[in-house]
């Protein structure tokens, strides 16, 4: 029994850092970190600013860059 409530502990990571992902509105940003087990930490440059955002977005908002 320890070993299956073991299993679900365990956090899945679908990216790694500083691996390039796409945001369902078409922005490629970059893995910074995870933060919780479905949140993770992106950054991306802004062009209108000129200077790179830093933002949290849940795993399930991204999806793998070509």
């Known amino acids: 029994m320890p070993l299956e409530s ?6 899945r990571r ?3 850092k500083g ?3 796409r945001s369902k509105d078409g922005k490629v940003m ?4 995870y933060i ?3 949140l993770v930490e ?3 440059f802004d062009l209108e600013k000129k200077e790179p955002r830093i ?3 849940r ?3 991204l999806s793998k860059a070509a």
């Open 30 to 33: 970059e893995v910074l970190k």
């Open 36 to 38: 919780r087990k479905n």
């Open 19 to 21: 691996e390039h992902v």
């Open 42 to 44: 992106v950054m991306w």
């Open 59 to 61: 795993e399930d908002k």
């Open 14 to 16: 679908l990216f790694r």
């Open 6 to 11: 073991n299993r679900f502990l365990v956090m």
């Open 55 to 57: 933002n949290t977005i």
